[in-house]
């Protein structure tokens, strides 16, 4: 399967956006993990979901204002970020895989797909 992240951007703290992740078909044969990466930083595990959609997983930091959510009609996943704040910079990628996996680990995915800058600044 091959990904496409988009909808980042720029946006106030404070406000919202939504990403998605487009797939190229079977989607609903894999979990899919949206993760981040700032700066000088590891790419960490910001949110999952499964392949139906009925288990989720956040990390403790997005908890909350973050929503993760399926339409395997239209092979997509989305990520609703909401209340964001300026450490929520930083480039956005969603992964798949086809295991059922729904977790953090990076190695637990096999597809990545390119990433999408988000941006919180005033």
């Known amino acids: 399967v091959q990904l496409q992240a988009s909808g980042g951007g720029l946006a106030q703290p404070g406000g919202s956006l939504r990403l998605s992740c487009a797939g190229s078909g079977f989607m609903d044969y894999f979990s899919i993990g949206w993760f981040r990466q700032a700066p000088g930083k590891e790419r960490e595990g910001v949110s999952c979901?499964?392949?139906?959609?009925?288990?989720?997983y956040y990390a403790d930091s997005v908890k909350g204002r973050f929503t993760v959510s399926r339409d395997n009609n239209k092979n997509t996943v989305y990520l609703e970020m909401n209340t964001l704040k300026p450490e929520d910079t930083a480039v956005y990628y969603c992964?798949?895989?086809?295991?059922?996996?729904?977790?953090?680990?990076?190695?637990?995915?096999?597809?990545w797909g390119q990433g999408t800058q988000v941006t919180v600044s005033s």
């Open positions: 979901i499964s392949s139906s959609g009925g288990k989720t």
């Open positions: 992964a798949a895989d086809a295991a059922g996996y729904t977790g953090s680990r990076r190695d637990q995915y096999d597809y």
